[in-house]
């Protein structure tokens, strides 16, 4: 329960597909690198539907790649400069390590903010000077994912104009990482997309043709569509030389014609999308809330979510010390080894302290989620002592050996990588 995908209404996404499975010859020929004219139309439609209701979007606004990762990735090397900061509000998203760095010499760098202390930009900019004064470069874009992964969270609008303003008054990108914004359950949450208040622009005494430059959101089909597994990631901004750059990059990182061709006749139904995302919400609230009143029922500490597939978890009080070793213990001899079941540490999210794990819970059933909160709880309320002499799920001897072969293969992340 690692990896952050949507399985949930995935025979839904399927029986849709099947029944568009008719194309026309031009889906086996080459087409433009960003992303068909019926495609870009299909998402433009999609967004002035749901999350930018009221936004008058153009298709050349969209490029189409292969993933969000790849999306954030050129993005990523179309604006920096080696050694140059990324700043992102942590905990966060573990690859976006590897997704920045992989191909640039970007720096990711994560920044706590806190709702308690300064307003967001005075924290950021604070962070942009230690960044400074530690290393001589700049930070040149700030990257948000809302709602939020790891914690499931949603961004105030105050926060996030609060961001914008700070970003595009210093010439900083402001990245909108949106891929779950189509999957908040929570009724009575209010989501902003930041391309929606990007185009108030004036209201806010910001220079339109600036905002223009620095605001970039990315979304896609792997979350909300349970559709991982098909490679769409979308970019949107009104930056015409991003464009036009991604448009050369983009060329290794096109989505096939048949793929785009199917999605796009799917999201062409709004009626299927209206029903479709009603029934996706209400299965990832029923899931939380399975895995939330478990947590609850036990006494275990988490930050309510209002959407994504995440569920943040306080395990503090399981470490043996309050020290990054001690939850590396606990998360390999005692969760993999000893209960066997897989979530993500909080260090692979650069969470402020130890003892913090991400459950991603839309990949499972009902019983498995209640499963995991049992082997949980009966293994972190034993003592040490006891702990040790739970029988192990995966030999000691398995693990060496997949360590050994990561750490021999060079194309893997330093750390264990996880979606």
Known sequence: MSIAENRLTVDLIKDKLQSKLSFPDSVFFYDNAAGSAKMKAALVGLLQHTFMKGLKLHPDNVTVSSGCGAVISNLIY??????????IP??????????????????????????????????????????????????????????????????????LLQMLKWCVQNKIHMISDEIYANSIFKPDCQFTSMAVLASRAEEHGLDPEDVKSYVHVTFGLSKDWCASGLRVGCLWTLNARLQAALQNVNAFYGVSG????????????LSFVDKYLKENKRRLGSAYGTLAGALTKAGIKFTPAAGSVFCWVDLRSALSQPTWKAER????????????????????????????????YAIVD?????????????????????????????N??????????????????????FE
């Not at 179309?78 to 700043?87: H, L, N, R």
């Not at 048949?258 to 139904?269: G, R, S, T």
């Not at 979530?343 to 969470?351: M, V």
Request: hydrophobic residues 35%; contains cysteine; aromatic residues 8%.
């Open 366 to 394: 009902r019983e498995t989620i209640l499963q995991l909160v049992q082997r949980l709880v009966g293994f972190i309320t034993k003592s040490d002592a006891e702990r040790q002499q739970v029988p192990l799920w995966i």
């Open 258 to 269: 048949i793929a785009q061709h199917m999605i796009a006749e799917m999201l062409e139904d």
């Open 90 to 159: 942590a905990p966060y998203y573990p690859a976006f390590d590897f997704d920045l760095t992989c191909k640039n010499d970007a720096v990711p760098v994560a920044v706590h903010l806190s709702a308690s202390d300064q307003p967001y930009d005075q924290q950021l900019q604070t962070a942009s000077g230690d960044y400074l004064q530690r290393t001589g470069k700049r930070l040149v874009a700030l990257l948000v994912t809302n709602p939020d992964n790891p914690t499931g969270t949603v961004y105030s609008e105050q926060h």
């Open 78 to 87: 179309c604006v920096t400069q080696p050694g140059e900061g990324i700043a």
């Open 396 to 417: 000691k001897a398995s693990m060496q050996k997949a360590k050994q072969e990561i750490e021999a293969d060079p194309t893997q992340p330093a750390k264990p990588a």
């Open 329 to 360: 213990q606990l998360w390999e001899e005692g969760f993999v080894q000893r209960c066997g079941f897989i979530i993500t540490p909080g260090q692979a999210s650069h969470a402020s302290e130890p003892g913090f794990f991400r459950i991603c």
